[in-house]
DNA sequence: ATGGCGGTGTAGCACCGA
């Protein structure tokens, strides 16, 4: 059983690579993020063709999320029933007996910024939905976007980050939190190579340059992540033309 | 210190992302 997630920016821009990406890896599970799709013009026909159910939610120009699963899905729920959020950001889905979530959590734009606040009150709204799903469902994989480097190892350049979002205490706190309800971050369950990230900006050649973060995770319950063989950043699809800034996280359950 | 790039909307640029 595979587990990915992939940050597309933009599903429209994006659906030829993720086909191909599905056709050269052919997960179990795919969750996406900033489909930046509203749900009429999700591409239902085309993703059901290369053999994936799927379930989404989304809205014009920003966010968006989707499940695309090779197993029936049931139990989908949109959004946090404990959040009251506009944004399309959150959906989860029983697969298999698991309980799978795909999020993409807020960007924050700015320590100062009003946005920064959202980011902490929807992780914290996400915490207390998670605390319920976990005392429901034992065996929960929740992937995204979670625009966090946890730790100084998951930044290219710690000194040029500090002071910015992604990588400040608070956000890094929260992370941990999610941690500390004994949920763990597949990349870490076993030895990565250094500075292995999973994003790099558009600008400045970063990626030729390696200047990137860490910032989509796999984060496993523990009877989840006793399963989990291997967890892999792949850097492919960021080498094509005209490519997602984030690349795919792959998760391995024997 | 700023903007760099890329996607979107409805436009001739502004916004947001990370």
């Not at 990588?167 to 030895?191: I, T």
Request: aromatic share 10%.
């Amino acid at each position: 059983m595979k587990l990915a997630t992939w940050n597309v920016n933009s599903l429209k821009v994006r659906l030829p690579q993720v086909l191909q990406w599905l056709a050269e890896n052919p997960v179990d599970v795919l969750c996406l993020q900033e489909t930046k799709l509203t749900d009429d013009k999700f591409p239902v026909a085309e993703i059901e063709a290369a053999g994936y159910q799927v379930a989404f939610t989304g809205q014009k120009t920003y966010n968006g999320v989707a499940i695309l699963s090779r197993h029936p899905m049931t139990e989908v729920v949109k959004g946090n029933p404990h959040f009251e959020d506009e944004q399309q950001r959150l959906i989860a889905a029983s697969i298999d007996g698991m309980r799978v979530i795909c999020a993409y959590v807020p960007n924050g734009q700015a320590l100062d910024s009003d946005k920064y606040g959202y980011k902490l009150r929807w992780l914290e709204g996400l915490r207390h939905w998670l605390a319920e799903e976990l005392a429901a469902h034992d065996k929960l994989a929740i992937l995204g976007d979670y625009n966090i480097a946890p730790e100084d190892r998951d930044v290219h350049d710690p000194a040029a980050w500090e002071g910015n979002v992604l990588v400040s205490p608070p956000e890094r706190a929260a992370f941990r939190q999610l941690q500390d309800m004994n949920l763990k971050d597949a990349f870490r369950l076993f030895e990565q190579p250094d500075k292995l990230f999973s994003w790099w900006d558009y600008r400045q050649m970063a990626f030729r340059r390696n200047m990137g973060l860490r910032i989509d995770h796999i984060l496993l319950s523990a009877p989840l992540a006793t399963r989990c063989s291997a967890c892999v950043i792949d850097k492919v699809p960021r080498k094509w033309e005209q490519p997602s800034d984030h690349t795919p996280v792959v998760a391995t359950l024997d």
